[in-house]
Structure formats: C-alpha cells, structure tokens
C-alpha cells in the first residue's frame, strides 16, 4: 500500500522524510550508544518529522506508502508485517487448508473496534467486497487478483460482463463471527499470508462507511480502529498523532504511548528538529550525511532497500512517447551514477531494471536478477542522441516540449533540476518543463495522464517478483502510463495462475521483465538507500523490505 505501497507509488516524498522500506533489509534494529540505559522511559512518545501529509485513510482509495503506513498502524488484518516476517495477527494462527489448496479457513481473535464492537468475519467480508465495487471506486484492488482469489480476475475486468462488479461471487465467506473462509482460484503462491496483511484484506465496518458517506475516513473520527495504535488528531498539512490502543489484543507488546508526524516539507528544517531535540529520527538527504557521521556516528543508519524509482513515460496522451526510439534516448540520456553519487548521496545504487536486487530468491535459490544482474541499460549519453535523431526523423519534429510532473520536497527537487538538466544536455532540441506539486495533488495528476514523464517509485507490498509487474497490465489501476502490450498481459496471467508449477511460474516473471524492458516504457533511476539518524534511546524501530514502510509498532524509548 503496499505498500506497494505506490505499494503505487511509493512515493519518494515518503522516503525522503522519514524514511518509504528496504530491501536488503533497511530494518534498523537497535543501533544505540554503549552505556545507555536499559529501563523504559516515563514518556514513551516517539517524534518524527515527515514532508507528506497523509493523501487518504480508506482502504478503498490508498495508493501511496504514506496512507498506506497510517492504514497498517492503526488496523490489523488476518497478519501483519514485522521485520520482513508476517505474524499471525487477527487470525489466531494457522488456518485449516483444504487438500487442493484452495480453501483457507482462519479462526479470528477476540478484538474490538475502537467503539467498543467486536470485529466479525463479516467485518472482512464486507471489506473485501467493498474493495472489488466499481462503485466505490477502489483504487488497488489489483492485488486480489494478484493472489488468486477466487473471481478477483474477472470480477475486477470491465470486460466481463457476467462477473464484472459481482462482487458477492469473490472468493470469501463469513461462516460465523469468529470463522472466516478464504477461496482462491489456484493453490496459494508463495505471497499468500503476506499479502494479507496488506490494507486492501483488512475488515471494515459497513455501518460506519455508510453512516459517513463521503467524509469517511476522511478525519480521526469518521472512521474506527482496530491496530496497535489509534489516530487522535490530524491537523491536515501540519501533522498527525496517534495514541496507544489499549484494547488492541496485542497492546502488551505496544510500549510507545503517543506518536507524533510533524509535516516537514524541507530537508533543513527537518534536520534542525533532530539536532534541537524536538524530533528522534530524521531521513538524511545528501548534504547532511558526511555532517552527520562525524557529528552523531552512532546514530547514523544506511541501508539498500526494495524501493525502485523512475520516470513514468506517459505513452497514453503522448503520441509523440509512443515512439520506441524516443524512449530509448530518455533512458539513455541520464547518468545514474552521478545521480546516486552527486545528488542522493545515501547509499542509493543506480538501476536499470523493474524488480529490485536482493529482494527475493526463485526456485534454485538465485536472486530475481541473476540472469539479468545490471539490468537493461539503453546505452550511454552517446547513444541517446543516436535514439533522438531516429526518433525526430520518425516523428517528424526537429524539437520536443516535455511537461515533468515530480513532488515539491526539497529533495525531489534536486533530483527533478538534474534529470531535467540531464534531458536537455544530451538531446539537444528537447527543452523540459517541471511541475512539481504537493503529494496528494501530485497523484491526482499522474492519476489523470496529465504529464509527459513524471517521477515516480514503488515499494512491495509483498516479497514477490510480481508485486513490480503485475501494476504494468492493461488496464490495471496503477498502469497510469497507458502502455500495452498483450503478450506481456499473457505471461503474467499465466504466473499468476499456474501457481503450482513454481519453476515455470518464475520463469514467466523473468521473461516478462525481459519483454518490459525491451519497449522502455519507463526509464529506471534507482534502487533506494537510506541514511537516517536515530537517537540512541529509540528502540524496536524498523524499515522493513516489504509491509509497513516504517514499523513502530514494538518500538519504545529507553530513560535518557
């Protein structure tokens, strides 16, 4: 959401506040200085500063890691995500599996809704099939198909007209309050309890959505609780607090009292908080790292994590981005080591793939990007004029007017100033125009086509190859850059469906990769590092790869 998320974009915005998760494990794990106390503090509150407000809280709409995050730590679903390993989390353990491996009966807790009511299967039904109801306008409900429940598919297609919208047919049913049955098309892929702990699975009441319309989940308190936390306040472009869940089944395990996100668009000011005491983690950008390690070495964190960012290629309001030729000379007009090394400067490493390295290992035990361990790079500066004079010649144009939709961070803008640079240096004839906008209106934007390239990112919402290509099918939500392509359509349907057959099922991601990038319908940048300063007393906190971007849902201050 996830986490994906976001899940869509995962949005850089995120990962440059406080973090948006890691691969190659960003989990920061008890980093502190020698001799520090190990009794609890009295005041467990936990201040961190972050430059995105939160876009939306509704499961229905969530598209980004930061609803995403506030969705995880405030509701739990059947699991949940800690340091890269899912927990049993409303569901009470293991459920009982049919002989095919298609049925998944889990028995629930006892766990209340933050107005004292029970949660009920029903209360997952209902979330589920709100979440496959055109006409609540679900913005990721992809993700049930991805994992094969059954219908999803052709419930979510347009297409089919006998199952299109029907969503009482989706493969879930309440057998009574504490039994809830689960029923895929195929046996489970290897995601299966992981991706359950993503927000689009997790209940809802159907009394509160319809009791507040519109307005639902659009406030702290037109919407309930059920996670580790509950959000107390939410002063909208200021920041947002939450407080300890006292009736979470799991509350033993909470030891932070209150968490407060304070909205700091500039990486400055966001320092500054640190340094003065008034935050406890801080995302470092580039010109503070070196500052930092000599100043605060044992507080300083870097990690290589799953987020991958790039250049989305809008092909659909574009006719000129259809042109194959003219999105090989963007993709090889950007230096991306010296954008990892100049301008990020935080343990980023350039990419030139869809699926991360060290994220997650096929049948024979290889990482995903063995076969293809540097990507598929279009060529050096050289050759993307090469690609540019083609494609003028095929186009007929002797110049190019690009519109760069980015985000409004003080880092982003960075980034945007040398990718733009790096456009108009080595194609000669294309000037760039850069739009850079607040997060939530940003995705309004990238949602409606209205850009040419736009500057982007995605984080996993579960530890499959499939959650970096699945969102680039026909039609699916989250392909906001209109390419198509059907043979690439077939092959992840058939991974997605065959999901017996684990060696041929990866066999068809890796190939669908291949294909992918051999359009060049995106133009990767890089596999994101972080740098973080954590104060020393912070503990329990953690950057998974996949799940909750940021988890501190078991962290906690020690006396200081």
Known sequence: MKKAKWSLVLSFVL????????????????????????????????????????????PNLATDTTSTNAIDMTQSGLTRMHNNKFEWDLAKGEPKVSADKKTYTFTLRDQKWSDGKPVTAQDFVYGWHRQN?????????????????????????????????????????????????????????????????????????????????????????????????????????????????????????????????????????????????????????????????????????????????????????????KNLNLRKALNAAIDRQGLTQTILNDGSVPSNYVVPKDFTAGPDGKDFRSKHPDGFSAGESSEAKSYWNKAKKELGIKSLKINFLSQDTSKAKQIDA?????????????????????????????????????????????????TYLDMWTTNNPMNTIGWSNKKFDSLIKDAQTNTADVTNRWNDLVSAEELMMSEYPIVPLFQQGYTWAQKSYVKGYSQPSYGPEFDFSKAYILKH
């Open 133 to 321: 109801d055109p006409a609540a306008k679900p913005a990721y409900n992809f993700l049930f198909a991805s994992v094969g429940i059954k219908n999803a598919a052709k419930i979510e297609d347009p297409d089919n007209k006998a199952y299109y919208g029907k969503y009482d047919k989706l493969g879930i049913k309440a057998l009574d309050d504490k039994t809830l049955q689960v029923t895929l098309g195929q046996a489970a892929p290897p995601f299966f309890y992981s991706i359950l702990s993503q927000p689009q699975f997790f209940p809802v009441r159907e009394d509160v959505v319809k009791k507040n319309g519109s307005k639902y989940a659009t406030s702290a308190d037109t919407m309930l609780y059920s996670g580790p936390f509950v959000l107390s306040d939410w002063k909208k472009g200021t920041g947002w607090t939450y407080k300890k869940n006292k009736d979470y089944w799991n509350a033993k395990e909470t030891k932070l009292k209150t968490v407060n996100f304070k909205v700091v668009k500039e990486s400055g000011t966001a320092v500054n908080m640190y340094k003065t005491g008034s935050s406890d983690i801080v995302q470092l950008s580039a010109e503070f790292i070196d500052q930092f390690k000599k100043q605060y070495p044992k507080e300083v964190q870097s990690s290589v994590n799953a987020g991958t960012y790039y250049l989305y290629i809008n092909e659909k309001t574009n006719k000129n981005l």
């Open 418 to 466: 040398y990718i733009a640079n790096q456009i108009k240096k080595n194609l000669p004839g294309v000037t760039v125009e850069v739009n850079e906008q607040p997060w939530a209106n940003y995705l309004k934007l990238n949602n409606e086509f209205k850009y040419d390239i736009a500057f982007s990112g995605w984080f996993p919402d579960y530890q499959d190859p499939m």
């Open 15 to 58: 990962a440059l506040s406080l973090v948006l998760s890691a691969c190659g494990s960003s989990s920061s794990n008890d980093s502190s200085s020698k001799g520090s106390s190990t009794e609890l503090a009295k005041d467990q509150t936990l201040t961190m500063s972050i430059n995105a407000d939160i876009p939306t809280l509704d």
